[in-house]
């Protein structure tokens, strides 16, 4: 038996396990010894094994938490559990294992006909989205490296409702609500951080654990191992309109009423606010502007209106006015109980319609296509021309200094080519087709999330060449170790822009507003 306990929260886990050298022979084992070896706990048996034969080993290990019984009863919860699952025996376990998945896979199985590369890699991305939640805990939601490697410690990103969420509202709904039910859950944490940054409403962290916190490391390591300081738990706000879309996709998919007034509606109202209290007026042009912030594309920090952020800063609040306006027509109940317990006004629902009506966005030029932020069409420009023989990923031109990426127009991941994607009905095609293509030049995919949303709207616009590479870079990303850093735990992210590629890409799903 181990237990361990985390350093800031005190959880302890309990790990209950032994060993089983399987087989009648009653002999078999001569002896057997624990030990502590360094920082691991070994059990060692010993059998008196005759050449030729094989034999089976069979280890069981159970595990309890202080999460889920009081600290002083772990040990015998571990033990307990490791008893009856002996007694049940691994056949059974197994047995079960397999009818789970069965019936998991039943729902979220994908086939892809004359292409066994991609068809092993989708069912790889489905099997580690299929194993690594917890419908039945809300407490929880999706790390960045799902349960299989330390990077980023664990912690929840916008990943989890921007890419992996739509695999689960129509294949597992039930941990779709679990996971948006986790937002739910650190809400109070999100009003806190609003607070602190001066702000009203609700904040979410950039990087979320158990408590809903700002968790983002405010340094790190750049490409060299020199000493950053990392911008995103600051100024990457867009994470809280994110939670937001997927929140409302959620209830368009399920219809989950219950979710929507008990729980989304109080998210949307509180975010809203936030928008509203962070926009700055600029008097001189009779506009609202959001300014110092990274958006999506993470090479750019302190810009200043990144159209993705914006955008999605007025939906949010769109969207707000929306379902105010629907709940006091349809659910009077739930309108009392929500203005009350916020201290909502009309009055304050109709001022995030004047900010929604101004918000800034910088211009377009004459081939629609956007400027990302304000001065981005000013920086030197330079366009990727050469991709690496081994993954097939774009190499950095000649010339670029990579501690000076926020004076080039290179971007890491999709930014603009994102709104495009998730807010894809509200934009033209010709608007579609000239952003990526200007943007697809200039695109690094140093993210992991980034292949999947060119893939996507490459399908959109007719680039069906470039999609099926884009798809191939999303599917295989672990399996090729594509990043360069699957050591560090999957990409999880992707394996849900992969199934999207699939299901709203070459699948052709959409799902429009009617
Ligand atoms: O959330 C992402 C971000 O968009 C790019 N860097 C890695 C994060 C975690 O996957």
Redesign the pocket.
């Known amino acids: 038996y181990l237990e361990v306990n985390t350093k800031e929260n005190r959880y302890t886990a309990g790990f209950a396990s032994t060993l089983r050298v399987c087989g009648s022979d009653k002999n078999i084992e001569l002896r057997r010894k624990a030990s502590a070896l360094g920082d691991k706990v070994v059990q060692t048996v010993e059998i008196n094994g005759k050449q030729g034969k094989a034999y089976t080993i069979e280890k069981y290990v159970a595990v309890s938490t202080s999460r889920d019984t009081s600290k002083d009863s772990v040990q015998k919860s571990a033990d307990d559990e490791l008893a009856s699952f002996i007694n049940r025996g691994m056949d059974d376990e197994f047995k079960n294992s397999i009818d789970n998945l069965d019936k998991m896979w039943s729902v979220s199985n994908i086939c892809i006909s004359g292409d066994e590369k991609a068809q092993k890699a989708i069912r790889f991305n489905i099997y580690l989205m299929l194993s690594s939640v917890n419908p039945d805990d809300e407490k929880v939601s999706l790390g960045?490296?799902g349960l299989h490697g330390e990077g980023?410690n664990g912690h929840v990103?916008?990943?989890n409702e921007i890419f992996n969420l739509p695999f689960y509202i129509y294949s597992n709904p039930k941990a779709a609500r679990s996971m948006l039910l986790y937002r739910y859950n650190t809400l109070d944490a999100a009003r806190e951080n609003a607070r602190a940054g001066g702000y009203r409403g609700a904040r979410y962290p950039?990087e979320s654990a158990d408590t809903g916190r700002e968790e983002t490391p405010r340094w790190g390591l750049d490409y060299k191992g020199n000493p950053v300081r990392i911008w995103?738990g600051d100024i990457e706000y867009h994470i809280t309109s994110d939670i937001v879309y997927a929140i409302l996709q959620y209830v368009r998919a399920t219809g989950d009423m219950d979710f929507l007034l008990n729980y989304g509606a109080e998210i949307t109202f509180e975010t809203s606010r936030f928008w509203a209290s962070r926009v700055e007026y600029n008097r001189e042009s009779d506009r609202y502007e959001i300014n110092d912030v990274i958006g999506?594309d993470?090479f750019h920090e302190h810009i200043n209106n990144n159209v993705f952020t914006n955008y999605m800063a007025r939906w949010n609040m769109q969207r707000g006015i929306e379902l105010f306006s629907m709940i006091k027509d349809l659910y009077p109940e739930h309108y009392g109980r929500l203005s009350k317990k916020l201290n909502l006004t009309r009055d304050e629902v109709e001022g995030w319609k004047g900010i929604a009506s101004k918000i800034f966005f910088p211009h377009q030029n004459d081939d629609l296509v956007f400027e990302q932020f304000e001065g981005y069409f000013n920086l030197k420009d330079y366009v990727v021309t050469e991709y690496d023989d081994v993954n097939n990923m774009p190499v950095f031109p000649r010339g670029i200094d990579r501690v000076k990426l926020n004076d080039y127009t290179l971007i890491?991941?999709a930014d603009i080519v994102m709104l495009l994607y998730i807010l894809g009905e509200e934009f033209s095609l010709k608007t579609k087709k000239n952003n990526f293509e200007y943007y697809e030049r200039r695109t690094m995919h140093k993210?992991?999330?980034s292949p999947s949303i060119y893939c996507i709207l490459g399908l959109v616009v007719g680039n069906y060449k470039k999609s099926y590479e884009y798809l191939m870079r999303t599917a295989m990303v672990d399996l090729d170790d594509n990043q360069g850093n699957t050591s560090r735990g999957v990409?999880?992210?992707s394996t849900g822009g992969t199934w999207q590629a699939a299901v709203f890409g070459f699948g052709g799903v959409s799902i429009n507003s009617e």
Do not use: G, I, N, V
């Open positions: 960045a490296k980023y990103f916008w990943d950039w995103t999506p993470e890491k991941q993210s992991s999330l990409h999880m992210a």
